[in-house]
């Protein structure tokens, strides 16, 4: 039986030994290549509580432009009025330590304004890890290019909202 113990341990020994073998011998992973398309823009969608914002990223002076419902192209300071929207877009570029670099064009549907922020925001990151593979560390890191799946809990029946109860009355 002891003899039994002992080959069991040394076959696993060997065993783990030549997948440590066969580890070492597995080439890396490729590295990620920039995905581009004729005129040199990457494309992603970010996504924010309802809202969805279709974003182009490319090489520029650091125009931002946002559509708005109307269909018109307007600059981020006037659809994002609120300072604190405005730093939520910048974001991305800061972490990645290219402000300035990109130009933005953006289409923001659903949702409310500080919705569209965040989808805007998802779709910038998503971009530019597209366009230059060698963001993406920085980018991950902050926690940009994952997409914050909270959204508004639904309304129950009988509750006057998704939790809160009516009033109580004894008598």
Known sequence: MAEQIRSLDQLAAATTGAAA???AAAPAPAPREPVRD????SYA????????????????????????HKG???????YFAR??????LRQPFQVAGVTGQFDVMATVAGGGLSGQAGAVKHGISRALQLWDPALRPA???AGFLTRDSRVVERKKYGKAKARKSFQFSKR
């Open 83 to 88: 300072p604190v929207l405005q730093m939520i």
């Open 139 to 141: 980018l991950k890191a």
């Open 72 to 78: 018109n192209y307007v600059d981020y300071t006037v």
């Open 21 to 23: 073998v066969a580890e």
């Open 45 to 68: 969608t970010g996504k924010r509580k309802d809202a969805v914002a279709r974003v182009w990223v490319k090489p520029g002076t650091g125009k931002f432009l946002i559509r708005d």
């Open 38 to 41: 004729a005129l040199n823009r």
